[in-house]
């Protein structure tokens, strides 16, 4: 579990920060000692059900801010499990029952808590956002994807169609909140802390309050056509997994189990290749270049796991996974239920020996100093895997940008011969690198902050 700040609000009234970093959210547990409510959690509720038996208290509410783009939710399934109050917004067309709650709506919690929904359509059309009371004090808001540390969450999740209007509504609920909420009231977003649900760049905050954000968030400080021009200019590509997490949360869902899959052998490892489906190395990029199951992807468990393997996949495809431990694999498990791949073929650990009698695969890595090297020597393509806006804030003078999220399906516009794949750090180049080795192309591995690029010599346009 990954529990992060607590807050105390009052001294009767705490709340935790459970965070999940692969995902860029928060969730929430706020308590009273005795009852607690919890606010967006994720899938994997054990986490939840472990930090209230820690804490020694009774979850008697759980809430949503909205119907999630980004993750599988856990409401349903926490609320099922502890008996508890199950809210969620009354003009949701769900397919479940819950508490209807709109906007003005006050809902005791315990004698000393409360919360007040306060619509804040904008990220959806139904939104909501709710103020905790402690005492009959505002002392902090569940802002789930409206007003963000610095930000608000994106407003064009729900299509094309309708993203004029969302942008505007955001505008006007995060002026609604600092309007309606006292200055030292904490700021409690779900989104924004690397999620792609955020419009904008949070800076790394980690925390905030309403008066924080009413002198430095730009929805506050800007004119609203000139922050909507900002805000919709600045909006990039989402992954591709998001389509399936609103009908899913729409449709309840159920409770995971996370009993370890069945093991993979030798055989069932090659027959999978064989058949097309994917087979994930989730170890680290240095040890999967080193010597790897030729055919194999590596999505390592260290970095943004869930969100590139559920951008990539095509959805439903049947998925093994390879891990050094059953801790390596457990994790993944819990990262991919957490977006609704709930089935796995089956999984293996150990190492490349134990996954295949072939002869290893492998490619080499190198730093940018390297590439510079190259280049006055022979032609090399540079394969820059970075995002469209990333690669347009900078990069390497003739290099070729093919996003990570469009590799597949552009595999056929790489020119022949040697490419050198590089993103901002090393983690999204590894990706595309196995890639473009399971196609049998000759690939170099750029491990290395692209921050270095220019000072080892190469020209950056």
Same mark, same amino acid.
């Given at each position: 579990?990954?529990?992060?700040?607590?807050?105390?609000?009052?001294?009767?009234?705490?709340?935790?920060?459970? $965070?999940?970093?692969?995902?860029?959210?928060?969730?929430?547990?706020?308590?009273?000692?005795?009852?607690?409510?919890?606010?967006?959690?994720?899938?994997?509720?054990?986490?939840?059900?472990?930090?209230?038996?820690?804490?020694?208290?009774?979850?008697?509410?759980?809430?949503?801010?909205?119907?999630?783009?980004?993750?599988?939710?856990?409401?349903?399934?926490?609320?099922?499990?502890?008996?508890?109050?199950?809210?969620?917004?009354? $003009?949701?067309?769900?397919?479940? $029952?819950?508490?209807?709650?709109?906007?003005?709506?006050?809902?005791?919690?315990?004698?000393?808590?409360?919360?007040?929904?306060?619509?804040?359509?904008?990220?959806?059309?139904?939104?909501?956002?709710?103020?905790?009371?402690?005492?009959?004090?505002?002392?902090?808001?569940?802002?789930?994807?409206?007003?963000?540390?610095?930000?608000?969450?994106?407003?064009?999740?729900?299509?094309?169609?309708?993203?004029?209007?969302?942008?505007?509504? &955001?505008?006007?609920?995060?002026?609604?909140?600092?309007?309606?909420?006292?200055?030292?009231?904490?700021?409690?977003?779900?989104? =924004?802390?690397?999620?792609?649900?955020?419009?904008?760049?949070?800076?790394?905050?980690?925390?905030?309050?309403?008066?924080?954000?009413?002198?430095?968030?730009?929805?506050?400080? &800007?004119?609203?056509?000139?922050?909507?021009? &900002?805000?919709?200019? =600045?909006?990039?590509?989402?992954?591709?997994?998001?389509?399936?997490?609103?009908?899913?949360?729409?449709?309840?869902?159920?409770?995971?189990?996370?009993?370890?899959?069945?093991?993979?052998?030798?055989?069932?490892?090659?027959?999978?290749?064989?058949?097309?489906?994917?087979?994930?190395?989730?170890?680290?990029?240095?040890?999967?270049?080193?010597?790897?199951?030729?055919?194999?992807?590596?999505?390592?468990?260290?970095?943004?796991?869930?969100?590139?393997?559920?951008?990539?996949?095509?959805?439903?495809?049947?998925?093994?996974?390879?891990?050094?431990?059953?801790?390596?694999?457990?994790?993944?498990?819990?990262?991919?239920?957490?977006?609704?791949?709930?089935?796995?073929?089956?999984?293996?650990?150990?190492?490349?020996?134990?996954?295949?009698?072939?002869?290893?695969?492998?490619?080499?890595?190198?730093?940018?100093?390297?590439?510079?090297?190259?280049?006055?020597?022979?032609?090399?393509?540079?394969?820059?895997?970075?995002?469209?806006?990333?690669?347009?804030?900078?990069?390497?003078?003739?290099?070729?940008?093919?996003?990570?999220?469009?590799?597949?399906?552009?595999?056929?516009?790489?020119?022949?011969?040697?490419?050198?794949?590089?993103?901002?750090?090393?983690?999204?180049?590894?990706?595309?690198?196995?890639?473009?080795?399971?196609?049998?192309?000759?690939?170099?591995?750029?491990?290395?902050?692209?921050?270095?690029?220019?000072?080892? =010599?190469?020209?950056?346009?």
């Amino acid at each position: 579990m990954s529990t992060t700040d607590v807050i105390r609000a009052t001294d009767e009234v705490r709340i935790l920060v459970l $965070e999940t970093p692969s995902l860029g959210d928060r969730s929430y547990l706020a308590h009273d000692s005795e009852v607690a409510l919890v606010v967006d959690p994720q899938r994997d509720i054990d986490r939840v059900l472990r930090l209230a038996e820690d804490e020694g208290v009774r979850i008697t509410h759980v809430l949503e801010t909205h119907i999630h783009n980004d993750y599988v939710t856990g409401g349903l399934a926490l609320a099922e499990a502890t008996g508890a109050a199950y809210l969620v917004n009354g $003009e949701d067309a769900v397919s479940f $029952e819950r508490v209807p709650v709109r906007d003005g709506e006050v809902v005791e919690v315990s004698p000393t808590m409360s919360i007040r929904v306060i619509a804040t359509p904008g990220h959806t059309f139904t939104h909501l956002s709710y103020a905790l009371l402690a005492d009959r004090q505002e002392v902090g808001v569940f802002t789930g994807g409206s007003m963000l540390f610095g930000s608000t969450g994106r407003p064009d999740l729900l299509g094309p169609d309708h993203t004029e209007a969302l942008v505007h509504h &955001q505008y006007a609920s995060t002026h609604r909140l600092a309007h309606e909420l006292p200055a030292d009231v904490h700021v409690l977003p779900t989104h =924004g802390f690397g999620s792609f649900c955020s419009a904008g760049s949070s800076e790394g905050a980690t925390a905030s309050t309403i008066g924080r954000e009413r002198r430095e968030n730009p929805a506050l400080t &800007q004119e609203e056509d000139r922050w909507v021009e &900002q805000t919709l200019a =600045g909006l990039d590509a989402f992954p591709a997994y998001y389509a399936h997490m609103g009908p899913a949360n729409a449709a309840g869902p159920d409770a995971v189990e996370l009993d370890p899959p069945a093991r993979a052998d030798k055989d069932a490892i090659a027959r999978s290749l064989r058949d097309g489906e994917w087979v994930v190395d989730l170890r680290n990029r240095t040890a999967f270049a080193a010597g790897h199951v030729v055919g194999t992807l590596n999505i390592g468990i260290d970095g943004q796991f869930s969100t590139y393997l559920g951008w990539l996949i095509p959805w439903g495809t049947p998925l093994t996974l390879l891990g050094e431990t059953p801790e390596q694999v457990a994790e993944a498990q819990r990262e991919l239920v957490r977006i609704g791949i709930d089935e796995l073929e089956g999984a293996a650990t150990g190492g490349p020996a134990d996954w295949t009698d072939a002869e290893p695969g492998s490619f080499p890595r190198a730093q940018f100093a390297d590439l510079a090297q190259v280049r006055h020597h022979r032609p090399v393509t540079v394969l820059d895997v970075r995002r469209a806006p990333e690669h347009a804030d900078g990069h390497i003078e003739g290099a070729v940008n093919v996003p990570i999220h469009e590799i597949l399906g552009r595999l056929g516009e790489l020119p022949d011969g040697e490419i050198w794949v590089h993103c901002a750090g090393g983690y999204r180049a590894s990706v595309v690198a196995s890639v473009l080795a399971a196609s049998g192309r000759q690939v170099v591995a750029v491990d290395d902050s692209f921050e270095r690029a220019g000072g080892a =010599g190469l020209p950056i346009v």
